[in-house]
C-alpha cells in the first residue's frame, strides 16, 4: 500500500493555517482528556520535534499552552493532554466542559523551548500531566537506541494519563502513585554518577524544585526543565479584525478576522517577503511600532514575545484594535 | 489522478539534466519536465523528478516520505558509502537532524545577525567604491566573489590563511550531489587536499571567539549538541555558506544588468532591496537540484515511487512553473517572490538565508546608491555545477550616479 503524499503546497497561504478543528476528545486518566487537533482540510500541520508546545486560543477568548504528545511522523494531527485544572481560571475546564469534537481552536506554534538535546543516557522524570512532552522524547530516545529510564508519580494511579502507552517498556519505567507509594524521591531514583546523561523533568513546582536542589552542580545543560504554568501567559487572543498602521507609507490597512496580516497587506498592495508562512522561518518578520502583537509564531523566545518589538506577519496577530507597523 | 486509489507508472524519459548541455542551459529540460506530468522517471539514473511547484513543495516539506538522511545527491547511503561523513544538518532526518538544526538556526537567525548588519553595510561600501573606481570589471570576481570572502568567512571566525580554498571546496561539494561525471572526476583531483583544510578549520582553537563557529562550540560546552557534532556544523556552514551565496550574488547582478528598467526602479525605491534578492533567487535558482529518497512506497499524483528509489527535485523548475506564477520567466520587482523554493521549505530550508538576505542586501543597496546604470560589456560564462547555476565570468559596464 503506497503512501499518498498529497499535495497542500498552497494550504499555509490559506487564513485558516492557525485554526484547527479537535478531530477527537477521549478520556486520558481521571481529570485529564486528550485531544486530537488537525486541519479541517487534513493538511499537514507545522512541524514539531520533542519538547514543543503549542498556545491554544480557546473560543472563549481564554490561551493555554500544552505539550504535544503525539507522533510527529503523524504530520496532520496534534495530540494534547489536558488536565481539568480544579484551582485554575477556568482554561482548563472549558476543555472539559465545554470542547467538543468538531469545534474550532485558534493555535500558535509550536514553539520549543524544552528541546532533547542529544545524550549518552536520558533520565527522565514526570510529575502528573508533566508526562505529555516526555513521551515523544521516550519514542526518540528509544529511536535513537539511546539508553533511558522515566520516574513518573502522581495522585492516584487512576488519575495517571499514558500509563497504558507506558507499560510496554518493562521495568524502565518506574510508576509511584502518592497513595501508594508517596512522593517521588528522586535521590534515590537517580544514580549516583549522572557523567553523559541528560535529566529531563517536567511536573509541579515542588518536584521541579527537589530535582533542581539535587541536580545543583552538574555541568550545564545536565538538568533541563519545563514547568507547567496553568496561568495565562501572555496576551493572545482569537481572530478578530484590527488595523494596521503602516508608518512609512502612511496607510492603514484593516485585516479582517479571515485573513493573515500577511495576505491583508498583501491584498492592499505590498509586499512583505515571506516563505514557510507558518512562523517558523523568520523572513517576515517586521518591526512593529505600536500596539501589542499577538505571538503566534514558532521563533521569539518568552522575553522577545514580551518585547513586542518584532512579529511575524504570516501567522500573528494584534491583541488590540489597532498595531502599527514599519512599512 | 487515478480513479482506483492504485497508483501507476509514471511516465519515462531518457534525459540527463546533468549533461553539459542541460547545465549550461536548463530551462527546456525544466519545461519539458513539467510538462510530461508531475512525476516523471529518469531512465538513465533511475530516479523520479519532480519539476512542478506544487510537486516540489510537497516533496520538501514531507520528510516523513522523503527522507534526506539516504543522501541528497544521486549516490544512495542505502548502498553506497558516501565521499565525507554526511552532513549532520542536509543529510540526517529527525531526531538526528534536531539538535544541530536548532542550534545553527539560533546562531544565523535574523534577531542574531542584526550586529553584522552595519560592519557589513559598511564593508559593501567599501568595496563597491573601490571596485566602481574602474567603469567596467567583472562582476563575478570583482564582486559576487569578492563580498561574501570578504564577510562571511570574518563572521564565521576563520584566520586569514587558505580562504581561497572555501570556493573550490564548496564547488565540488555541489557537484558530488550529481552523478560521478568529468565536472565530479575534475574536482576530486584536489579533494583531499581542499577537505584536509576545511575539516582543519572546523576545530576550536582555529576559530576566533564570538563568531559563528565558536558559538557552534558554546553551544557544545551548553549541551545542545555533543563536542563530536560541533566541528561537522560548522563545516556545514563551509560548505554551504559560500558558493550558494556567490551565485546569487551574481543572479542578482545579472539580472539588473539585463533588465535596466528593473535598476531603475530599485534606485527609485531601495526597500525593494529584500524583494530583489528573493526574486533573484527564485528567477535563477542558485541551487537548482536536491534529491530525497522515497521511505516507503509512496503515490505522488497517483504516480508510484516505489520505496529506496531517488526523487530528484527541480527547484529551478518549480520556480519558473507557470501553473504558479505569472510570466515565472520574468524577473519583476513588481512580483512577489516570496514562496519560492529556491532556498528549499520545510525542516531543511537553507538555515543561512537570513546572512545571505543580509550580505545581498549589503552589497545592491551599496551598489544602487553609487551606480546610475550597470549593463553588460560582453557575454556572461556559465560555470558548470552539477547542482548549481553558475556564473564564471560577467563583464559589465557601469555609469557611476
Ligand atoms: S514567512 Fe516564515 S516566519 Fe513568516
Known amino acids: 500500500m503506497a503512501t499518498e503524499t498529497s499535495a497542500t503546497a498552497r494550504g499555509a497561504d490559506s487564513a485558516s493555517a492557525v485554526e484547527l478543528r479537535v478531530a477527537s476528545k477521549s478520556p486520558a486518566a481521571d481529570g485529564v482528556v486528550a485531544l486530537t487537533l488537525a486541519r479541517a482540510d487534513g493538511g499537514r500541520l507545522p512541524d514539531w520535534a520533542p519538547g514543543a508546545h503549542i498556545d491554544l486560543v480557546l473560543p472563549n477568548g481564554m490561551t493555554r499552552q500544552y505539550s504535544l504528545c503525539g507522533d510527529r511522523w503523524d504530520a496532520r494531527a496534534y495530540r494534547i493532554g489536558v488536565l481539568r485544572e480544579p484551582d485554575g481560571r477556568g482554561g482548563s475546564a472549558f476543555v472539559h466542559d465545554e470542547l467538543d469534537a468538531g469545534d474550532v481552536v485558534a493555535v500558535g506554534g509550536p514553539r520549543n523551548n524544552f528541546r532533547l538535546a542529544p545524550a549518552e543516557r536520558y533520565l527522565f522524570i514526570a510529575g502528573g500531566i508533566g508526562i505529555t512532552p516526555l513521551l515523544p522524547m521516550i519514542v526518540q530516545a528509544d529511536m535513537l537506541g539511546v539508553e533511558w529510564r522515566l520516574l513518573y508519580g502522581g495522585r492516584t494511579r487512576s488519575s495517571m494519563a499514558f500509563l497504558d502507552e507506558l507499560a510496554v517498556h518493562g521495568d524502565r519505567v518506574t510508576i509511584v502513585p502518592q497513595d501508594e507509594g508517596g512522593v517521588l524521591d528522586v535521590a534515590a531514583w537517580l544514580p549516583e554518577d549522572l557523567d553523559g546523561a541528560k535529566v529531563y523533568c517536567c511536573g509541579p513546582k515542588g518536584l521541579l524544585d527537589a530535582v533542581e536542589a539535587h541536580c545543583a552542580g552538574l555541568p550545564a545543560g545536565t538538568l533541563r526543565t519545563e514547568r507547567f504554568l496553568a496561568a495565562d501567559t501572555g496576551p493572545r487572543t482569537g481572530d478578530h479584525a484590527f488595523d494596521v498602521e503602516l508608518r512609512r507609507s502612511g496607510r492603514t490597512v484593516t485585516v479582517g478576522p479571515d485573513r493573515s496580516l500577511l495576505q491583508a497587506l498583501g491584498e492592499a498592495g505590498l509586499h512583505v517577503l515571506s516563505s514557510c508562512r507558518q512562523g517558523v522561518c523568520g523572513t517576515c518578520e517586521t518591526t512593529v511600532l505600536d500596539g501589542v502583537p499577538d505571538h503566534r509564531d514558532s521563533l521569539l523566545d518568552d522575553a522577545e514575545r514580551a518585547a513586542g518589538d518584532c512579529m511575524f506577519v504570516c501567522v500573528s496577530r494584534s491583541v488590540g484594535p489597532r498595531l502599527v507597523l514599519d512599512l | ?401
Open chain 2, 1 to 401: 489522478m487515478n480513479p482506483t486509489g492504485t497508483p501507476s507508472a509514471p511516465v519515462s524519459l531518457d534525459l540527463d539534466p546533468f549533461a553539459p548541455e542541460a547545465l549550461q542551459d536548463p530551462l527546456p529540460m525544466q519545461a519539458a519536465l513539467r510538462d510530461a506530468g508531475p512525476v516523471v522517471h529518469l531512465e538513465r539514473y533511475d530516479v523520479y523528478a519532480l519539476a512542478r511547484y506544487e510537486h516540489v513543495h510537497t516533496a520538501l516539506t514531507d520528510w516523513q516520505s522523503l527522507q534526506s538522511g539516504a543522501g541528497v545527491g544521486l549516490a544512495n547511503f542505502r548502498y553506497e558509502e558516501p565521499w565525507r561523513p554526511p552532513s549532520l544538518l542536509l543529510e540526517a532526518d529527525p531526531p538526528l537532524h534536531d539538535a544541530p538544526r536548532a542550534v545553527l538556526s539560533g546562531i544565523l537567525g535574523p534577531r542574531s545577525l542584526r550586529r553584522l548588519r552595519e560592519t557589513w553595510s559598511a564593508n559593501a561600501e567599501e568595496l563597491v567604491d573601490q571596485v566602481t573606481a574602474e567603469p567596467s570589471f567583472d562582476a563575478v570576481t570583482a564582486l559576487a566573489q569578492a563580498f561574501p570572502l570578504r564577510v562571511f568567512p570574518d563572521a564565521v571566525g576563520l584566520g586569514r590563511d587558505g580562504r581561497e580554498n572555501l570556493l573550490p571546496y564548496g564547488d565540488h561539494a555541489f557537484n558530488a550531489f550529481g552523478p560521478p561525471n568529468d565536472l565530479v572526476a575534475k574536482g576530486a583531483l584536489r579533494v583531499a587536499e581542499l577537505s584536509a583544510w576545511v575539516n582543519a578549520q572546523c576545530a576550536r582553537d582555529k576559530l576566533t571567539p564570538g563568531g559563528f563557529g565558536a558559538r557552534i562550540w558554546d553551544a557544545a560546552d551548553a549541551g545542545d549538541i555533543t563536542h563530536a557534532q560541533a566541528p561537522l556544523i560548522v563545516r556545514s556552514l563551509l560548505t554551504a555558506g559560500v558558493d550558494t551565496t556567490v551565485h546569487a550574488l551574481a543572479a542578482m547582478i545579472y539580472a539588473f544588468a539585463a533588465h535596466p528598467a528593473q535598476w531603475e526602479r530599485l534606485r527609485g525605491d531601495p526597500g525593494l532591496a529584500r524583494i530583489a534578492f528573493d526574486e533573484a533567487v527564485r528567477w535563477e535558482s542558485p541551487v537548482q537540484t536536491f534529491f530525497r529518497t522515497a521511505t516507503g512506497d509512496l503515490s505522488i499524483a497517483g504516480s508510484l515511487v516505489p520505496d529506496g528509489k531517488k526523487v530528484l527535485m527541480f527547484l529551478g523548475a518549480a520556480n519558473r512553473d507557470p501553473r504558479r506564477w505569472t510570466a515565472p520567466d520574468a524577473f519583476d520587482l513588481a512580483r512577489d517572490p516570496s514562496a519560492h523554493v529556491g532556498f528549499g521549505m520545510g525542516i531543511h530550508q537553507c538555515v543561512g538565508q537570513h546572512v545571505a538576505r543580509l550580505e545581498a542586501e549589503a552589497l545592491v543597496t551599496a551598489l544602487a546608491r553609487r551606480v546610475r546604470r550597470i549593463g553588460l560589456a560582453g557575454e556572461p560564462v556559465r560555470h558548470l555545477n552539477n547542482t548549481l547555476r553558475a556564473w564564471s565570468s560577467m563583464p559589465v559596464r557601469i555609469e557611476l550616479a
